[in-house]
């Protein structure tokens, strides 16, 4: 799971969840791989994150650097800047561990790389 | 012609539990090719398939964009969630599988968002009591007219495309195209067919909706 899907999820669907956002993450193994820096691609993304969440994220998993909790103005033009939010979004994998409903403290489990957000039969 | 993705590293083990591609999944795929240069003028960047399988269609689409957007895909079933990454994997492309009903975890943070996204549903006629399982019974149990699992998504669909988003759905005869259309146009969302084929008893079609009736955007 990359920091940027972790960005897309929140566990809201469930029974009581006002807004069960951003979800907490408790990573057992965090990976990184190299992908290809798009920086159109991620100039275009960035209106679609929260960025607190994802500065939040990367905190949690000791990943956050010197990245600023506000968004800086002419990003366009900022490669530093784009080149550091690329990592974080695309090259930063949770492996395993578990996301955590912030209002419940639902455990949700991370295997393979791929979060398990399925209730139970007993909590739909 | 854009070539099928490898899937020459799955197993029949696997498909003792993941649905394998077959004609709706070969359709769908020839449907987004049909369409790739209005969706390549479009500029996706957020991408989803519900129900991915396999992974073949949404590797198919990341395959064609390459890394100018975000491949997210769903299932209910882990066995098909692991499948879909090894696919992407396969063929070089990030695919990011969630397990979740629907779209349920991504709903709330999707608003508007969605560029394209794709759903082959579990569309054939089956009684209801066989819809809801975990297992390869829902990549294809729709229940009433097909429908069932269909009917879940469609009132959502209007609220998670983008303004130049696109959505793409697998339907046969049985799952009542007229009923569908209305949904949409409830939610004014402009039907069109794509693409339409038999395949034995089966009589497929793949519908694209939007929300300008008629989609190219204007530049």
Redesign the interface.
Known sequence: ??L??H???????MKGVVK??PLGIVASEVKEVA??Y?P??VC??IP?L?WGSLCSAADSIGKLGDLPKELPENIESNQDFLKKVHHLL?EVEVISGNLICPETGRKFPIN????????NEDEV | MIPTPKLSHLTSEDYNDVYEPAEDTFLLMDALEADIELIKKL?P??CLEVGSGSGAVITFLANVLG????Y?CTD?N?RA??TS?KTGLANSV?V??????LV???????QE?VDILLFNPPYVVTPSDEVGG?GIEASWAGGTNGREVTDRLLPLIGKLLSRTGLFYLVIIKENIQDEIEEEMRRQGLHMAVVLSRRSGPEQLRVLRFSRASDPVPVH
């Open positions: 799971m990359k940027l899907t960005n897309m999820l929140t566990s809201k669907f069960g956002y992908v290809d798009n159109d691609f275009r993304m679609k929260e695309m393979n790389g791929i979060p398990n957000m399925l209730l | 500029r960047s957020l890394n100018s957007a975000l997210l209910v882990m969630a692991f990454l990030d990011q599988p969630v397990l979740t009903d349920s975890c991504l709903e709330s943070r999707l968002k975990r």
